[in-house]
């Protein structure tokens, strides 16, 4: 079956310009997460969204980054004003939400420069 | 801190030879584990994981890690690599304190198979 999509999968803006990205998992799967690699760095969690709702959003930076899965299968991960610092490849994962037992699977990522 | 190790960042092996890649982690409690690989132009695909039980995992193309609690450690083995085990490896657990099961991430290990 298909796996995560993400898109764009590559993203120049402005410095103080407004980006979203979209993901959509794997389908069937509840759990979606947002992470961000930096380069030379593993991925850093930003958020997990269990359903529509977001249950854990303690990994966003600053209150310059939201996101949004309305309908409990698409996200949108919004950054306003964006940085230079905020460069880097933004993954999605999804997974079933098994519990104790989940595997999360990525998608491809966008990579997201601010110039 | 609280982080997840990974001892080597470049690692360069011919063909044939045995490979060995570390992870250490400092969190207490229940954790599950996770070795990702993301080759060359590919997106993150899951190697292996740990949740309970023989602490000698096996995954896919040969791979094996082990668990040993009392050292913190879910190092990473293969007894012969190919050229096509080019790629970047990393390390993740998840605290099961943590209902998000989210990722923590290593910072990765380049390896590169020369044949």
């Known amino acids: 079956g298909a796996g995560v999509s993400q898109t764009p999968s590559n993203k120049v803006t402005e410095k103080g310009k407004y980006v979203e990205l979209r993901c959509d998992p794997i389908?069937?799967?509840?759990?979606l997460y947002w992470y961000r690699q930096s380069l030379g760095q593993g991925p850093e969690f930003l958020i997990y969204f269990q359903g529509t709702g977001a249950a854990d959003d303690s990994g966003l930076p600053n209150d310059r980054f939201f996101a949004v899965r309305p309908e409990g299968s698409v996200s949108t991960l919004k950054i306003q004003r964006t940085e230079r610092g905020d460069s880097a490849v933004y993954l999605c994962?999804?997974?079933?939400?098994?519990?104790?037992?989940?595997?999360?699977?990525f998608g491809p990522g966008t990579r997201l420069t601010v110039l | 801190a609280q982080s997840v190790s990974q001892h080597n960042h470049h690692v360069i092996l011919s063909e044939a030879a045995s490979l060995e890649l570390g992870c250490n982690y400092s969190y207490g409690g229940t954790v599950n584990l996770f070795w990702y690989v993301q080759y060359p132009g590919q997106h993150l695909q899951l190697l292996l994981k740990?949740?309970?039980?023989?602490?000698l995992v096996k995954g896919i193309k040969g791979f094996e890690a082990e668990f040993i609690k009392s050292k913190f450690s879910f190092n990473l083995r293969k007894p012969s690599v190919q050229w096509s085990d080019t790629a970047e490896y990393f390390c993740a657990v998840a605290r099961l304190r943590d209902s998000s099961y989210k990722l923590i991430f290593g910072s990765g290990t380049r390896l590169l198979v020369r044949p």
């Open positions: 740990y949740f309970s039980g023989d602490p």
């Open positions: 994962a999804s997974s079933r939400n098994e519990g104790v037992t989940d595997t999360q699977y």
């Open positions: 389908s069937g799967h509840t759990a």
